[in-house]
T-cell receptor
């Protein structure tokens, strides 16, 4: 998994609770991404970062926030989890622009919101 | 609307046989097309990336083709192995703004002994 770890790998939580997922990379890549993967949908971009403290929204960003205080860490926060956020979350990294460079994905976090 | 459609949704083949997976896209303007392999419970892993000028690219027993005129790509797997059982995802990059990536929903391949 190209030097990418995600924690936790599995989490069960209740509606309305805050949840933070962590992505850690050892590749020193500039770009980091959070995706969610749901049955019947392709991977969908939640947020991405193009440098420390530089982040932007993806196509499904509502209900999520991110932070990147160090090159190696990218945090995804669900401020108040809802059942619709039950999903598998993948972190990805790339050295340069995703249009030209390969993205490397982490092992995923399975989140269940009851 | 930028879309990537893959077919079939699922496929079962016998070990040792060949198979071909299809990807049709309407993404514009086109930048490149990638194929990823995703094992169950794992993240996707890149197999190939092809730009507009490339029409064939191989990675071991995997060969991807691209027809940019008809906006179609295929992934051919030769002499399948049990370890090829996975989902195969087609991803097209649109050369707009943040270089948007459009993901297909994947083809689930099962190689049976």
């Amino acid at each position: 998994d190209a030097g990418i770890t995600q924690s936790p790998r599995h989490k069960v939580t209740e509606t309305g609770t805050p949840v933070t997922l962590r992505c850690h990379q050892t590749e020193n890549h500039r770009y980091m991404y959070w995706y969610r993967q749901d049955p019947g949908h392709g991977l969908r971009l939640i947020h991405y970062s193009y440098g420390v403290k530089d982040t932007d929204k993806g196509e499904v960003s509502d209900g999520y926030s991110v932070s990147r205080s160090k090159t190696e860490d990218f945090l995804l926060t669900l401020e108040s989890a809802t059942s619709s956020q039950t999903s598998v979350y993948f972190c990805a990294i790339s050295e340069s622009s995703p249009s030209t460079d390969t993205q490397y994905f982490g092992p995923g976090t399975r989140l269940t919101v009851l | 609307k930028n879309q990537v459609e893959q077919s079939p949704q699922s496929l079962i083949i016998l070990e040792g046989k060949n198979c071909t997976l299809q990807c049709n896209y309407t993404v514009s303007p086109f930048s490149n097309l990638r194929w990823y392999k995703q094992d169950t419970g794992r993240g996707p892993v890149s197999l190939t990336i092809m730009t507009f000028s490339e029409n064939t690219k191989s990675n071991g027993r995997y060969t991807a083709t691209l027809d940019a005129d008809t906006k179609q790509s295929s992934l051919h797997i030769t002499a399948s192995q049990l370890s090829d059982s996975a989902s195969y995802i087609c991803v097209v990059s649109a050369n707009t703004g943040f270089q948007k990536l459009v993901f297909g929903t994947g083809t689930r391949l099962l190689v049976s002994p």
